[in-house]
């Protein structure tokens, strides 16, 4: 865990990598053919404020839909932002171009989802791995061509098999391939996009237990994206849970597991098998109604009020609840949670019950 401290304003401040702040990512609906007009817009990310930390494993849930990938591409400037700041290492990426923003991907990489789709099927791997350390101009070809090796050994890749195509692996080599081009121009930050969730289960934990091997040994930062929330519990140093393009709920890992306090955050956790049958029997989900709204037209106030069992007419509605500290390190983004009454709240029939110093699911 890092060893950074939350100040009076809930900024992270020594050990921050990443900040990123109030991103939104809208893509916009247009109408006509040749004479195309703005009719809309699908809100992806509509609103984000997080801080990842040197050294550390922030996890970021939620359902699909909700825009945990487009946050991803948007931090590393593969989607321009409309509007919010990346800052890395204290430098804005939304506002660098050309050279000066190919110079900081060199510094930040990404893990794709699916090892199928990621890697080239007309080029071998070795030209795969190799091919970022041509777009930088790093080294010789004699010295591409030894470190590609190197990086399959460090994958846990036969190096000898440079030479062979995608289609000649296994998914799981294949998303090594894909960890091992990542690794190529040495960075310190990584986006893991669902990178297991394309897997068979046997190989999950493989390649799970590698990227914290690799994380270990070089020093990596990741924001690890999934919708598998015992793999984030696994991995994260803290988690980060995202619904609808917004962030609801952040804390540590153990904090956020033991003690969630959005009900959405408890919702989605009480979805999440238990091996044990007799405690599974005792817990009581929290079950919501509806489906997720649309992006394209979000719901006013918060996201959640249309599928929340405690949700308050006249308030969840109305106004949008921002993100605030509820204790040292915990930040919720929820009425009943943030109001002046907390922490003494119970409401919904029993749905729901945030109690004093609590939060847990009734």
């Known amino acids: 865990m890092s060893g950074a401290t939350v100040d009076a304003t809930g900024t992270l401040g020594g050990d921050t990598l990443v900040r990123v702040e109030d991103l939104r990512v809208h893509f916009p609906i ?41 946050t991803g591409r948007a931090i590393l400037q593969l989607i321009r932002p409309t509007t919010g700041r990346v800052l890395y290492e204290g430098g804005d990426l939304a506002h660098l171009k050309g050279t000066r923003l190919r110079e900081q991907r060199k510094r930040m990489q990404m893990i794709f989802q699916d090892p199928y789709a990621s890697l080239n099927s007309r080029m071998t791997i070795g030209d795969i791995i190799g091919e970022p350390l041509l777009v930088h101009r790093m080294g ?8 590609v090796r190197e990086l399959l050994e460090t994958v846990g890749i036969n190096p000898n098999t440079l030479n062979r195509y995608p289609h000649e692996f296994s998914g799981g080599q294949r998303q090594r391939v894909g960890i091992a081009r990542a690794l190529a121009v040495e960075p310190n930050f990584i986006v893991c996009d669902e990178p297991i969730s394309a897997l068979d289960v046997s190989i999950r934990a493989q390649i799970i237990n590698l990227l914290q091997q690799l994380q270990r040994d070089f020093g990596l930062t990741y924001l690890f994206i999934a919708h598998d929330l015992s793999v984030v519990r696994h991995i994260s140093d803290r988690v980060a849970v995202m619904y609808l393009g917004r962030v609801v709920e952040l804390a540590e890992n153990a904090i956020l597991y033991e003690n969630p306090m959005h009900p959405y955050t408890q919702a989605l956790l009480s979805a999440v098998p238990i091996p044990d049958p007799a405690a599974e029997e005792l ?30 007419d006249g308030l969840c509605d109305v106004q949008d609840p921002p993100l605030l ?25 029993d749905d729901l019950a945030v109690v004093a110093e609590g939060g847990a699911a009734a």
């Not at 053919?33 to 922030?58: C, M, N, S, Y």
């Not at 009581?284 to 249309?306: I, K, M, N, Q, Y």
Request: charged share 20%.
């Open 283 to 312: 817990r009581r989900p929290v079950v919501l109604t509806g489906d997720v709204p649309s992006p394209v037209e979000p719901p006013s106030g918060c996201h959640f009020h249309t599928r929340c069992p405690a949700a308050q």
């Open 140 to 147: 010789s070809a004699k010295e591409r061509k030894a470190k």
């Open 30 to 70: 247009t109408s006509g053919i040749v004479f195309q007009r703005k009719i809309g817009a699908v809100h992806a990310v509509d609103g984000l404020t997080f801080d990842v930390l040197r050294g550390e494993t922030l996890g970021l849930v939620g359902e699909s839909g909700c825009g945990k990938s487009t």
């Open 325 to 349: 500290e509820v204790r040292p390190g915990h930040w919720a983004a929820c009425h009943l949670i943030t109001g002046a009454d907390y922490p003494h709240i119970r409401a919904g029939e």
